[in-house]
């Protein structure tokens, strides 16, 4: 880049069907198979998770486009109201500014919504703008985001596989694999029994050595999680993730007193900002954290948090978010592993994590991944995938 380039325009998308709202997946999938939710409770949305709207948002993309006419994108959860909030409100603070001007545009992002945001949407927004300036900037530098961030600290990533079948993971050369959690408080001992014996099948299938993890969604109490994890511990549990709602911190530090030695604490991916974030690891409420990087604030919000997490001795850990959290975990050495979302319907197949939507998604082969060194974050979308632009500035 041999002069300042300026942001010419900024544009915002809706794409649904899969890709970065990746619950939005077709009937039978099984990341929609009776998995325990907050919502549990209420036996009619038990079943579906899309029955009680986890796919309602779709996927927000956003374009920024140089002075010189290269552009950027990057895609988060966010579909139409993310869009709104690009095009109505966030643009402004992009276009005419530099591209190097990215802790400054996170700054008035981040206040200019604090109003209305804070976390949630608004954060899946602000890190989906963020990502397509870091995208942006590598293009126009020709350099990919890892580089960008200081380079990698090792050769290649090591995963560990989330889906339906753990045993399948370890064929396919994972590290370990997260089960989702079938049931609940309110299904009592029952469910409990089931959920045992779910992980004791794959644990006799899997051998000792393989990592199996639950991840909870959020769908527990303190009572049920503390013996959850004590029971599934005679399985080997290596964590526990997600058991309670994100806004219970003082649930999660008891949670971390109250589980066993050899079952770590894990929470994160419903998480925004060095603020949530600090909030856990002041109260030394989780052994590892997770943030997604499409939600809790983009690429400049992540560095801080990870820096944070760093300084606590805790592992970052970020979830899903493919090539977007790759390029981060590369660079740290407290993020010693990634996690890979099996998207295959049956999670029996390796399938890029966004599919149908980018090109060239890098995949774990054997359970590792050796990152291009393609410009930016090394992704195209697809041109055949249908998107809307709903709202113009
Ligand atoms: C499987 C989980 O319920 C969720 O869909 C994904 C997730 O929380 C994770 O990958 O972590
Ligand atoms: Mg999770």
């Given at each position: 880049m041999t002069r300042a380039h300026t942001i010419k325009a900024v544009r915002a998308y809706t794409v649904t069907g899969g890709g970065a709202d990746y619950h939005d997946q077709s009937s039978g999938h099984w990341i929609d198979d009776h998995i325990a939710t907050p919502m549990s409770v209420y036996p009619q949305y038990a079943q579906s998770r899309q029955s009680f709207g986890i796919n309602v948002l779709g996927t927000l993309m956003v374009e920024i486009e140089a002075d010189d006419g290269t552009i950027g994108f990057a895609v988060s959860t966010g579909g139409e109201l993310g869009a709104w909030i690009v095009e109505k409100h966030l643009a402004r603070f992009l276009e005419g500014a530099a591209v190097t001007d990215i802790e400054r545009i996170w700054d008035q992002m981040y206040k200019s919504t604090l109003f209305y945001?804070?976390?949630?949407?608004?954060?899946?927004?602000?890190?989906?703008?963020?990502?397509?300036l870091y995208d942006l900037l590598g293009r126009l530098r020709q350099e990919p985001v890892y580089a960008l961030l200081g380079g990698p600290v090792r050769d290649e990533l090591t995963f560990y596989a989330t889906g339906a079948r753990p045993d399948k993971a370890k064929e396919l050369g994972f590290i370990?694999?997260?089960?989702?959690?079938h049931y609940g408080p309110a299904d009592g001992e029952e469910g409990m029994l089931k959920n045992l014996e779910l992980l004791a099948d794959m644990?006799?299938?899997?051998?000792?050595?393989f990592w199996?993890?639950?991840?909870?969604?959020?769908?527990?109490?303190?009572?049920y999680a503390t013996r959850l994890a004590h029971r599934a511990s005679e399985y080997g549990l290596k964590w526990i993730e997600e058991a309670l709602i994100p806004d219970d911190y003082w649930g999660y530090q008891k949670l971390k007193q109250a589980v066993p030695k050899d079952v770590l604490v894990t929470t994160g991916?419903?998480?925004?900002?060095?603020?949530?974030?600090?909030?856990?690891?002041?109260?030394n409420a989780a052994d590892i954290i997770q943030p997604d990087v499409g939600w809790c604030g983009g690429i400049t919000e992540l560095i801080k948090i990870s820096a944070l997490a760093d300084a606590h001795g805790a592992m970052v850990v970020p979830h899903g978010s493919s090539v977007y959290s790759y390029h981060f975990v590369i660079t740290r050495t407290n993020s010693p592993f990634a996690e890979?979302?099996?998207?295959?319907?049956?999670?029996?197949?390796?399938?890029?994590?966004?599919?149908?939507?980018?090109?060239?998604?890098?995949?774990?082969?054997?359970?590792?991944?050796?990152?291009?060194d393609t410009p930016g974050f090394g992704v195209e979308f697809n041109p055949e995938v249908e998107r809307q632009r709903p709202f113009m500035h």
């Open positions: 945001g804070r976390r949630g949407i608004v954060l899946n927004t602000i890190s989906a703008v963020d990502l397509a370990g694999g997260k089960l989702p959690l644990r006799s299938t899997v051998g000792e050595n199996l993890m639950y991840d909870c969604w959020m769908s527990l109490d303190l009572d991916e419903h998480e925004a900002t060095r603020w949530g974030f600090r909030q856990l690891l002041e109260m890979f979302l099996m998207m295959h319907p049956t999670a029996e197949e390796v399938v890029p994590m966004f599919s149908p939507m980018l090109l060239n998604e890098p995949v774990p082969h054997n359970g590792k991944l050796k990152l291009p």
